[in-house]
């Protein structure tokens, strides 16, 4: 990983990064653990468990190990009402479609790497019409360890063909940027939810509201021209 060396990939986080939905996640979070008669505050949501897997987020939140039937069947309730929540809402963040249209322009590899499960990508990619700018998406089936876990970052990088020194993430959860850190790639910090400064603390090198405008220094490296 270089500040000075041009990416050749991209990989954009799903949740919270291509789209501003996390609000919704966590409203139906919410409402799940109160189905379950167990009190769960948004902010556990929001920064325990951004960018982890329902596999690892449910037992986490029952305080015990779910059996695969259970865990599948109290995914779906969350996931379903999360898309019904989310549907009426479903854009993509500010700028999304120009900046792939440039990456794609400029010759980067694209991909997904989102700790959520397939109807969920499925959800946004092809509901936005996105999927066809990504080479690849790697999800929660994927890999056994979600983010922090580098290893999404990595089945993404693996599946471009590209070295993680040359992969730069875009990722809103702090957990996501560790997981990029962790893969040796590029992290910027995407503040739909998380502060700034939080995520820079996290490790994001740099930060970004949404992908309208990048900072300047980062879209100078990231196209390839000098800054005059
Ligand atoms: O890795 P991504 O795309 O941000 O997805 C993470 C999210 O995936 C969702 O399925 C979970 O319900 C969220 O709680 C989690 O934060």
Redesign the pocket.
């Known amino acids: 990983m270089s500040l000075s060396s041009r990416p050749l990939a991209a990989i954009f986080?799903?949740?919270?990064?291509l789209v501003d939905n996390m609000r919704f996640?966590v409203q139906a979070?919410v409402a799940l653990s109160h189905s379950l008669g167990l009190e769960a505050p948004a902010e556990r949501?929001e920064r325990e468990?951004?960018?982890?897997r329902?596999e690892e987020?449910l037992p986490a939140l029952l305080g015990r190990p779910v059996p695969p039937e259970e865990l599948a069947r109290l995914a779906e309730q969350?996931?379903s009402h999360?898309r019904a929540l989310f549907a009426p809402h479903l854009a993509p963040l500010r700028g999304t479609r120009e900046l792939l249209v440039r990456l794609r322009d400029a010759g980067l590899q694209l991909a997904v790497a989102?700790?959520?499960?397939r109807a969920?990508r499925a959800f946004v990619l092809d509901g936005l019409e996105l999927r066809s700018f990504f080479s690849h998406v790697a999800g929660a089936e994927d890999v056994t360890r979600g983010?922090p876990a580098p290893d999404l970052f990595l089945a993404a990088a693996r599946a471009l063909g590209v070295e993680p020194a040359a992969c730069v993430v875009f990722e809103?959860?702090v957990h996501?940027i560790h997981a990029a850190r962790a893969a040796g790639m590029l992290a910027v910090g995407v503040t739909t939810l998380t502060p700034a400064e939080v995520l820079l603390e996290a490790g994001a090198h740099w930060v970004t509201s949404d992908f309208a405008s990048l900072p300047a220094d980062f879209d100078a490296l990231l196209f390839g021209y000098q800054i005059r």
Do not use: M, Q, V
């Open positions: 986080d799903l949740d919270g990064t996640h979070w949501f468990f951004n960018g982890r329902n987020i969350k996931e999360y989102s700790a959520g499960p969920n983010k809103d959860a996501g």
